[in-house]
Each structure stands twice: as structure tokens, then as C-alpha cells.
Nanobody, 124 residues
């Protein structure tokens, strides 16, 4: 498995921006497909974005497309999520996840390593 540690969450006003980071260790980072997921109170965990091991492919949930950008720095074993134009409905705990294959995927079931999560709160 991979050890994942998220950071960068916080409280921001609607329309603001945040950048989440995820530090990875324990496996060759560029061999891992990575994803961001989120879970709001009383709701199931949902897919946000995914990126391939090389960083050449990425996909987004419709709800964040055009506002969020997933990226990675394989030299630093880091995953990022840049979030712009934040809305109150983006409020959730955000998790980074790793899967033992280099491709992208939107299903949480294929990810076998998860971080502890970081809280993002967007006020109106």
C-alpha cells in the first residue's frame, strides 16, 4: 500500500480558491493512478477528479469541471487539487487515493490506499 497525507484544507468564502496537496510514499509514485474524492455530511463519498501515472490524462466530475484542476509532480511524489470559484456545495472532507495501476478511474472501489482527509468549508 501507499501512505498518503493530505493538507491544504480550510475555510474560504464562496468564489475563493484553495489548493489541496497529497504527499505519497511507499510505492513508485509514477506507477499509480491517483484520485481525489470528497464526502459531505450525510452523503456518500463521491468522485472529484483522477489523473494517470504520467499525468497525461485527467478526468473530472461534471460538478467541478472547469473549476478544479488535478495535477501531480512525480519528482516530488505529490498530488494536487487546485480549486477555484468554490461554492458552498463544495464543502466536504477531501480525500486523495491511490490505485495499483497507472490509469485513471472514477470508482472508489479500485483505489486501495486512502489519506486521512482534509476539511474544506466554503461559506456563503
Amino acid at each position: 500500500q501507499v501512505q498518503l497525507v493530505e493538507s491544504g484544507g480550510g475555510l474560504v468564502q464562496a468564489g475563493g480558491s484553495l489548493r489541496l496537496s497529497c504527499a505519497a510514499s511507499g510505492r513508485t509514485f509514477n506507477s499509480l493512478g491517483m484520485g481525489w474524492f470528497r464526502q459531505a455530511p450525510g452523503k456518500e463519498r463521491e468522485f472529484v477528479a483522477t489523473i494517470s501515472g504520467s499525468g497525461g490524462y485527467s478526468y473530472y466530475a461534471d460538478s467541478v469541471k472547469g473549476r478544479f484542476t488535478i495535477s501531480r509532480d512525480n519528482a516530488k511524489n505529490m498530488l494536487y487539487l487546485r480549486m477555484n470559484s468554490l461554492k458552498p456545495e463544495d464543502t466536504a472532507v477531501y480525500y486523495c487515493a491511490a490505485r495499483p495501476a497507472s490509469g485513471t478511474h472514477y470508482s472508489s472501489a479500485v483505489y486501495d490506499s486512502w489519506g486521512q482527509g482534509t476539511q474544506v468549508t466554503v461559506s456563503s
